[in-house]
């Protein structure tokens, strides 16, 4: 790994090669990066850093987290359903409803451009594919719901459609470029 000074050296000051110390990889890239652009410029370049560096790396967390969110109402959408499906009841349950909720509204954030790396494009059409597949989903909660409140059973169409889009919606998002 290449050698450099100590970051409370000035630019203007010499290196003292016995107590120089080794540079962390990122900052070894950026100075290799600085000397090309002052090479090929004549112009000393301006290393990004602090609150602009720090500002993308917070949104791309804060994106992170809004997609663990978004995870979190996809799994208590199927997990209710399953509950209910592998117990022998075939009903809607408020939590099935909560889980779409969550999951709806996490999508939606979560297709707005914000946080994303510059040049990356958004994929409208799987966006728009899921939330279709999503109102869909919540028409089947609805109808389902409602039958349920007047003393009906859940039609087995309404209620295994549920769990099989809610699983297309899981395989679009993972298998969708």
């Known amino acids: 790994m290449p050698r450099c000074a100590p970051l409370w050296w000035s630019a203007n ?7 120089s110390l080794r540079a962390p990889a990122f900052v070894v ?4 990066r600085a000397q090309r652009e002052r090479d090929e410029t004549g112009y000393e370049a301006v290393v990004p850093r602090g609150r602009a560096t720090g500002y993308a790396e917070g949104m791309e967390t804060l994106r992170q987290i809004v997609v663990f969110v978004h995870l979190i109402g996809f799994a208590t959408l199927f997990g209710a359903w399953a509950v209910e499906a592998f117990g022998g009841q075939r009903r809607f349950t408020r939590l099935m409803q909560i ?3 969550i999951a709806g509204v996490a999508g939606l954030i979560l297709a707005a451009p914000w946080g994303l790396a510059e040049g990356a494009d958004m994929n409208y059409a799987k966006i728009g594919t899921k939330l279709v597949v ?9 109808i389902g719901s409602a039958r349920q409140r007047r003393g009906d059973a859940v039609a087995p169409a309404l ?3 549920v769990g099989v889009l809610t699983l297309l919606n899981a395989g679009i998002a993972l298998l969708w470029g």
């Open 13 to 19: 000051s010499t290196p003292d090669p016995s107590r």
């Open 99 to 101: 889980g779409l909720a």
């Open 29 to 32: 890239v950026e100075r290799a």
């Open 159 to 161: 209620f295994w459609g």
């Open 134 to 142: 999503l109102l869909i989903i919540g028409a089947l909660l609805g």
